[in-house]
């Protein structure tokens, strides 16, 4: 057929370095590659079947996280991931889904070391219709997330979303900081935290393997969220990410306003993976 | 120190007496993936090892070495060529104060952080520093540069109702110029490279402030869109430099390489943490070391 990339060592290249720009990563790339253009007519279609697979079996269709209904009364969902991720930005887009879904959310700023942390997290409560709890800064993160959870119960919240603070996966001290974060939520209402969200950085490289790795291994995660999507980087890595720790991805971000928030949708991720 | 994968590389040439059109090629294409995994650009990569593909098989080898630690030797000698040729990495300082440098680069990299970490270091040297918040977009990040620059003994200009970010950045110079402060440092926010109403206000901003040094603030955990990420930013404001930040995680920081490759300027600061104090000089065989694993 005359469509196609054709074959032969320049096609495969140039598919090889399309893949890589996505950050696929060297590996995936190659291999990928030379599947396509074995594939000949039908080489995009596997391309795109084998980059499915890559995904947890679970993680293969649409999220349909936004529209859930909650686990517990109140459900509580953990962000945590990287410095500057989007983990605050995105607590206040989720609590916007939820309240316009007329469900009643509590923020917990669960940031209580970087400068303007909890204000920046109020306004987004503001933004969003939510409530927000915040102790001074300094406060023992661990507190700040149990009040957090025992107003929500107390208040009769359908939510209670857990801000963190950002840390580098490597930072031993701090890993440990979450994990006691984690039993602090689960000693506040057996069960909680409901949902556990590592927070990717969209423009992130081959390091989303190490924050995936170290932070599953801290603790239990439930699913993804990969931000900044609405730029060049096309987050490739992240693929291998999910299939490696069987974690679905189930949201993206798609920019910095309340609305820029959408449900994990694996075809469409992956067409924007492909030349 | 080269990572498990060079170490195995370079193993295969150890056979041999020297390095040769039959051999070479195999030893660079595992070169090629540890470069890739470490997130260097493809093409930087593809430029770098044709290079060091030259070197190798040039006239002028180095004479002494086995074949293996020779091209480990023409590697980090390339990356290190490639880092420190980019020009001189202080901050150009004005024949006149105040210095303005202004800070640019994508959402979450550590502008902010970094505008304070300047300022407590340009002060610590004794120079009389001013920040200018002229992010006005993220919520609490005038007050997040306020906090942080109270914490440093810096004064911040922050824009009055009404006030834009090209109008604070001029304002701020003019006051800081007044005031005689040897140098001004501006935060701008985070935006992306392909947002063309943002990237309009950052050409605005750079009018405005005049600054003498803009630098591009990196996270070296940025993948392959580091390159076009550089490229769209040195396009539209001319980069002087760079600053990588977050190095004291385990990312490998290709993504400098790429910066450095496609603007031709150098990195100028490292960020090595989360306080004011965590902003280091920069280095570059560290660097060269830390991509090469
Ligand atoms: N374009 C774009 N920007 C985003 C997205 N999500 C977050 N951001 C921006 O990324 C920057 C960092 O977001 P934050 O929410 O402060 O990140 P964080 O993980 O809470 O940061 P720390 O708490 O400091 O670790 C802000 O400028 C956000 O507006 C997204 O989906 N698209
Ligand atoms: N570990 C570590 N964290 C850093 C470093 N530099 C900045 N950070 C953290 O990264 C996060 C983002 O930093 P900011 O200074 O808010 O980033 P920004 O570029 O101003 O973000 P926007 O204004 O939203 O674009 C914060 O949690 C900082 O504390 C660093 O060198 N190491
Ligand atoms: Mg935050
Ligand atoms: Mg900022």
């Known amino acids: 057929a005359a469509s196609g990339p054709g074959r032969g060592p320049e096609a495969e290249r140039s598919l090889e370095e399309a893949f890589l720009g996505a950050d696929l990563g060297p590996e995936l790339a190659a291999r990928l590659a030379s599947a396509y253009v074995r594939g000949g007519a039908r080489g995009r279609a596997e391309a795109a079947d084998a980059l499915l697979d890559c995904l947890p079996p679970a993680g293969r269709g649409p999220s349909g996280f936004l529209a859930a209904a909650p686990l517990a009364r109140p459900e509580v969902t953990l962000l945590l991931g990287v410095n500057g991720s989007g983990k605050t930005t995105t607590a206040g887009k989720l609590a916007a889904a939820w309240t316009s879904r007329g469900q009643r959310v509590l923020l917990g700023a669960g940031d209580t070391f970087r400068a303007a942390a909890a204000d920046q997290l109020g306004l987004w409560a503001a933004r969003a219709g939510a409530e927000l709890l915040r102790q001074s800064e300094g406060a023992d993160p661990a507190a700040v997330a149990f009040d957090a959870v025992r107003r929500g119960v107390a208040a009769g919240f359908d939510r209670v979303l857990l801000d963190t603070a950002g840390r580098l996966q490597t930072k031993v001290n701090l890993m440990e900081e979450l994990k006691k974060v984690h039993r602090v939520v689960g000693k506040a209402l057996p069960g909680a935290p409901h949902r556990v969200l590592l927070v990717l950085d969209g423009t992130a490289g081959q390091n989303m393997a190490s924050q995936a790795r170290l932070f599953a291994a801290a603790v239990p995660l439930d699913g993804l969220v990969v931000t900044k999507l609405d730029g060049t980087a096309r987050a490739g890595a992240v693929l291998k990410v999910s299939g490696d720790t069987g974690v679905p991805v189930a949201l993206v971000g798609l920019g910095e306003g309340a609305g820029d928030l959408a449900d994990f ?9 492909l030349p | 120190a080269l990572t498990g994968r060079l170490q195995e590389a370079f193993r295969r040439l150890s056979g041999n007496a020297r390095i040769d059109e039959g051999n070479v090629d195999g030893a660079l294409k595992e070169v090629r993936q540890a470069l890739l995994e470490a997130d260097v650009h493809y093409r930087v990569v593809q430029d770098l090892l044709k290079r060091v593909r030259e070197r190798a098989l040039g006239a002028d080898v180095p004479r002494g070495l086995a074949p293996d630690q020779l091209l480990a030797k023409l590697v980090q000698d390339e990356l290190t060529a490639m880092m420190g040729g980019a020009g001189p990495r ?23 952080t970094t505008a304070a970490k300047l300022a407590r270091r340009l002060i610590g040297e004794g120079r009389r520093t001013a920040l200018a918040a002229a992010d006005l977009q993220r919520p609490a990040a005038v007050e997040q540069l306020s906090v942080l620059g109270k914490s440093v003994g810096a004064t911040v200009y922050t824009a009055e109702p009404g006030e834009g970010a090209p109008a604070l950045a001029a304002r701020a110079r003019r006051e800081a110029l007044r005031a005689g402060f040897d ?18 206000e950052l050409k605005a901003v750079k009018a405005a402030a005049q600054p003498h040094e803009v630098l591009l603030v990196l996270d070296a ?8 990420t550089a490229t769209r930013f040195h396009e539209a404001v001319g980069v002087d430099g760079l600053v990588l930040t977050k190095l004291d995680g385990d990312a490998r920081g290709g993504a400098a390489l790429s910066a450095l490759a496609v603007t031709g300027k150098p990195v100028k600061f490292l960020g090595v943490g989360e306080k004011t104090e965590a902003l280091e000089p920069f280095h570059p065989d560290r660097l060269a070391g830390r991509i090469l694993g």
Do not use: N, Y
């Open chain 2, 221 to 228: 955990m940025q993948g392959q869109d580091a390159l076009p």
């Open chain 1, 265 to 273: 949708d694996p075809p469409a991720f992956i067409e924007a993976l």
């Open chain 2, 90 to 112: 202080h901050l150009a300082w004005a024949s006149l104060p105040p210095t303005v440098i202004l800070l640019c680069g994508l959402q979450g990299t550590g502008k902010t």
């Open chain 2, 183 to 200: 140098a001004l440092i501006i935060d701008t926010a985070g935006r992306l490279a392909v947002d063309e109403a943002l990237m309009a």
